[in-house]
């Protein structure tokens, strides 16, 4: 789990926080929030160590704590936001959209000579649907409502706007529908309880005038102009629906044209924002460099001052060596001349042959002399070896001390350099470098400096989100046919129940995926999960965001934690539990 406050993983808080907040793991999208802001340091963290520890393939369930007010909700449409981009990744890996749609055999009947074919999707771009689910109807609408708003955006961005528009209008006493909130696009729609089911199918696909339905029917070249006549039958006009006058579909060729630009133009930016995520995780790195570098280069100096005491204690030995020599060469000289002088007084040879007084008193007095000089010899011998000795541990030390020295200067330039590097880009990213300073700011400080990241950049995740929402029109365009035969299927099965036929039942993942090609999110409450979702197997869905997770009881979520492979539950773990 990750909490607001307190964590769980290994490690100390902060080194914790640096990891998850490390551009290699940072989605290459974002949302486009007013304003610009981005996400602040621990609603990104929360972000990344969802999808690093969803995106497995074993899936799984991370929590996200934390009291109100600090931006849990908020950091739910970054995770859409990457949901989005994982399938426009998979999209744009098809040179056709067409063949990510797979004849099945199976179809439903749909008027009197006419049939719904049902196309199973490619593998790659399910797993990608988004649930918000919560016990509460409130909370969950509002996140459906939010996303969806025209005010949830700092920038132009659009996608079935009309549609949107559509969805979120009210009907009025009278059966009119009146404009509602101001929308940007399709990228989440209520359903759940069977009333805003309802309303959901009625606005996306039963309209006579705002319905994706239309819209796909004109994308994929058949007329939808409506013919209005009086009471005897007599065309008296012909109406074009609002949706093609305002959301303009292309023709099949037009759209083959178009999916090849967006793909294109969707492909270099996502090249472009890795690229700069790769570099920034070089910075990363470099930044990891410097403590090393800082204990390598105390190291070498501390083993530097060692290697120069002893240096100079060695230099203090040999001086004192030297100077022991020279007395001890010089006693020996005056030793020397004393015997010789002694010796000079030798008697002749007669005396020493008959051993006469004289001899015997010289032999007397030159004795000590020549003992002297042997002594003296010996220990001028000694000082000469503890000279040598002492040399020979000077040099030695000295060329240890020279060594020292080179490690020390390579380390402290090597030092010096990565300094001055992590400073440069410091120049460029200001606080939201992430390095040892980081964290020494008081915490409200670094929790708002957004880590890493400028806001070049984060503009240009912004941008990649825009244009991960063209591909998904552009690949909806080009595959309006298929899109339209699933959902038209989808629409039916709502309407008229679970499908009886297990071939069919089978598919009904397949279908359900193609509504989240359209409309990536979905909302309902723990309650209508079994009526909408009932007949959907286990792991069949992407990901489910839990919010306001302590109203819930666990068994109430269980049906559709089952039915999906990541699950981000998201609440405050000391709100009141539900009775």
């Not at 309802?198 to 005038?209: C, K, M, P, R």
């Not at 005491?309 to 020996?332: C, F, M, P, Y």
């Not at 699933?486 to 995926?513: H, R, T």
């Not at 992407?542 to 302590?550: C, F, K, Y």
Request: some cysteine.
């Amino acid at each position: 789990s990750v909490f607001f406050g307190f964590f769980a993983p290994a490690g100390t808080p902060r080194s914790i926080i640096e990891r998850l907040v490390a551009p290699s793991v940072t989605p290459a999208s974002r949302w486009p929030a007013p304003g610009g802001h981005p996400l602040v340091t621990l609603q990104q963290a929360a972000v990344n160590a969802a999808r690093s520890e969803l995106l497995s393939a074993r899936g799984g369930i991370v929590a996200v704590n934390g009291p109100p007010g600090t931006g849990k909700t908020t950091l739910l449409r970054d995770i859409v936001a990457s949901c989005v981009l994982d399938r426009a990744k998979a999209m744009a890996a098809f040179d056709d959209p067409l063949a990510a749609f797979k004849i099945t055999g199976q179809k439903v009947a749909a008027g009197d000579r006419a049939f719904l074919h049902l196309y199973s999707l490619d593998d790659s771009l399910k797993g990608h649907e988004v649930v918000v689910a919560s016990s509460n109807n409130k909370a969950v609408e509002n996140v459906s409502r939010e996303l969806p708003a025209l005010k949830a955006v700092g920038r132009d961005v659009r996608y079935f706007r009309t549609v949107s528009d559509r969805l979120m209008s009210r009907k009025t006493e009278d059966g009119q529908y009146v404009g509602g909130e101001p929308t940007w696009g399709l990228i989440a729609a209520v359903l759940g309880n069977a009333l805003n089911r309802g309303a959901f199918q009625q606005a996306l696909w039963w309209d006579d005038d705002r319905s994706l339905r239309l819209y796909l029917k004109a994308a994929k070249g058949d007329s939808v102009v409506r013919e209005v006549k009086d009471e005897a039958g007599q065309v008296i006009r012909r109406e074009i629906p609002s949706i093609i006058e305002t959301e303009a579909p292309p023709d099949p060729e037009q759209a083959k044209v178009n999916w090849r630009k967006v793909k294109a133009a969707f492909k270099a930016l996502l090249a472009v924002v890795e690229k700069e995520l790769g570099a920034l995780e070089e910075v990363r790195q470099v930044c990891f460099q410097l403590a090393p570098a800082r204990a390598a280069m105390k190291a070498a100096a501390d083993e530097l001052a060692k290697a120069t005491n002893i240096k100079e204690r060695l230099a203090g030995v040999l001086t004192d060596a030297a100077r022991a020599q020279q007395t001890a060469e010089a006693s020996e000289a005056e030793a020397r001349r004393r015997e010789q002088q002694g010796y000079a007084d030798r008697p002749a040879w007669w005396h020493r042959l008959f051993n006469t007084q004289r001899n015997q008193r010289w032999r007397t007095a030159y004795a000590p002399l020549a003992k002297d000089l042997a002594e003296a010899e010996r220990l001028t011998a000694s000082a000469i070896t503890a000279f040598r000795k002492a040399e020979q541990e000077s040099r030695q030390a000295d060329a240890v001390c020279r060594s020292v020295r080179e490690r020390f200067e390579a380390a402290q330039l090597k030092h010096g350099s990565i300094e001055r590097l992590v400073e440069q880009h410091r120049q460029v990213l200001g606080e939201r470098l992430v390095d040892e300073k980081f964290f020494d700011a008081n915490h409200a400080r670094w929790n708002l400096a957004s880590p890493w990241l400028p806001d070049t950049l984060h503009q240009k995740r912004e941008d990649l989100f825009a244009l991960a929402m063209g591909l998904h029109k552009a690949f909806i365009d080009v595959a309006a046919q298929k899109v339209s035969h699933n959902l038209g299927v989808l629409m039916g099965a709502m309407s008229a129940g679970a499908f009886q036929d297990e071939a069919k039942k089978a598919l009904l993942p397949d279908l359900w995926s193609t509504l989240f090609v359209v409309c990536p999110v979905v909302s309902t409450t723990f309650a209508s999960v079994d009526r909408m979702l009932g007949d959907m197997p286990p792991a069949s869905l992407g990901w489910v965001l839990v919010d306001e997770a302590g109203q819930a009881t666990p068994q109430s979520a269980a049906g559709l934690l089952m039915r999906a492979r990541k699950a981000v539950v998201v609440g405050d773990p000391l709100q009141i539990p539900p009775v």
